[in-house]
C-alpha cells in the first residue's frame, strides 16, 4: 500500500476514511492507470424527479463497504489486477445540458487517449451520450448493452429539445456510434405513451428483453440472448431503475416489476468474456433513496463492472 493510498483509508473499516470510491486515490495522473472513475453529478435531462447530481457522491460513500475487494463469483481482487483511481467529477454546468455534454465528451475522451478506461457514476442517463461519443471514436460503432425500465429511444421528450435522459440511445443510433443490430436492452418494462414507444429501435434491428420476457424465459436464456447480439467492443450503460424500486427506491423514474438485487448481478456477471470498452452506472437519486439501499446496489455493480474489466486484463 502506498503513502497516497493509506491517506485515503484503504485498509481502513468502512466507517473511517476518505470516500473516494474503494478508497483509490483521487487524482488526474493517468500514467499507467487502466480505470479511471468519472463522476458526472448531472440531472439536468431529467423528466420527474430530480436529484441525481448527488449521486456520484452516495456511491463513493456506500463504496466504502467493498473494501475488501475480492469478487468471489467472478475469482477476482480487481485492484491486484488493475490499478484503479478515482478521477474526480467533470465539471458540469447545471443550467446547460449542451455545454455539460461538451465538457463530458471532452474529459473522457481524454482520459481514454491516455490508455485508461472508464467507469462512469451518473447523474441522469443523458450523460450516456456523449460518453458514447467518446467511447466511439476509435472503434467506431459501438455494441451496447443497456439495463434499464425505459428504452430512451424517445425523439424530444421537452417540447423541441433533442436532448434528455430519454433520448440517449435514439440519438446515439442516429448518429451512427451504436450499431442497432448489436444493441440490447434488458428490462424494458410499465406503461408507455403507445406501441411505438419500444418499437422504434426494433426497426432498426435493435434486440429488446422485456421482463415479460424475463418471467418467460428465465435468466439463463437472457444472458444467452444477449449474448448473441455482444459483438465487437461493447459499452455497458446500467439505469439503476432497472432494478425493483422495492430494491432500489432512489431513482428519479421507478417502475415496478423489476429485477431483484441478486438478478441484476447475475446479468452483469453474465457479461464476463464480452469486449468491454467502457460503461456507466446511472440515476442514483439519493434523496429518495431509503438506508442507502439504492445506492449500497449501485456500488454493489460498480465493482461487478470493475471486476469484468480486471477478469479481462487478467485473461480469464
Known amino acids: 500500500m502506498t503513502a497516497t493510498e493509506s491517506a485515503f483509508g484503504a485498509g481502513l473499516s468502512p466507517f473511517a476514511g476518505i470516500t473516494s470510491f474503494m478508497r483509490r486515490p483521487v ?32 456511491i463513493r460513500e456506500a463504496s466504502a463497504m467493498l473494501w475488501g475487494g475480492y469478487n ?10 488493475l490499478k484503479v483511481v478515482d478521477y474526480g467529477d467533470v465539471n458540469v454546468i447545471p443550467p446547460s445540458i449542451a455545454e455539460t455534454m461538451v465538457n463530458i465528451e471532452a474529459e473522457v475522451g481524454a482520459i481514454l ?52 435522459h430519454g433520448t440517449p440511445f435514439r440519438r446515439a443510433i442516429e448518429e451512427g456510434i451504436l450499431d ?16 411505438g414507444d419500444w418499437q422504434w429501435a426494433r426497426d432498426r434491428g435493435a434486440r429488446a428483453i422485456t421482463m415479460e420476457d424475463v418471467a418467460e424465459l428465465g435468466l439463463p436464456a437472457v444472458l444467452r440472448t444477449m449474448r448473441e447480439v455482444l459483438r465487437g467492443p461493447v459499452y455497458v450503460s446500467l439505469d439503476i431503475d432497472a432494478a425493483d424500486p422495492a430494491f432500489a427506491p432512489g431513482t428519479g423514474t421507478p417502475e415496478v416489476g423489476g429485477f431483484s438485487s441478486r438478478e441484476l448481478l447475475q446479468l452483469v ?21 431509503h438506508g442507502d439501499i439504492t445506492a449500497i446496489l449501485a456500488a454493489n455493480l460498480a465493482f461487478e463492472l470493475l471486476s469484468l474489466l480486471a477478469v479481462a486484463r487478467r485473461g480469464g
Open 72 to 81: 468471489s463469483a467472478l475469482a477476482v481482487k480487481p485492484l491486484d489486477v
Open 113 to 164: 487517449s491516455a490508455g485508461a478506461a472508464v467507469l462512469a457514476l451518473g447523474g441522469d442517463h443523458s450523460v450516456t451520450l456523449p460518453l458514447l461519443r467518446a467511447h466511439a471514436r476509435k472503434p467506431g460503432p459501438l455494441g451496447v448493452v443497456h439495463f434499464d425500465a425505459h428504452p430512451d429511444t424517445w425523439n424530444r421528450e421537452f417540447n423541441e429539445q433533442p436532448y434528455s
Open 27 to 58: 487524482t488526474r495522473d493517468l500514467a499507467g492507470v487502466d480505470v479511471a472513475v468519472v463522476g458526472i453529478p448531472f440531472d439536468g435531462g431529467t423528466s420527474y424527479r430530480s436529484g441525481a447530481r448527488f449521486g456520484p457522491r452516495r
Open 269 to 289: 456477471r453474465g457479461l464476463r468474456g464480452v469486449d468491454l470498452v467502457g460503461c456507466d452506472l446511472v440515476e442514483v437519486c439519493p434523496p429518495y433513496d
Open 180 to 195: 442497432p443490430s448489436r444493441y440490447v436492452q434488458v428490462g424494458l418494462r410499465g406503461p408507455t405513451s403507445g406501441a
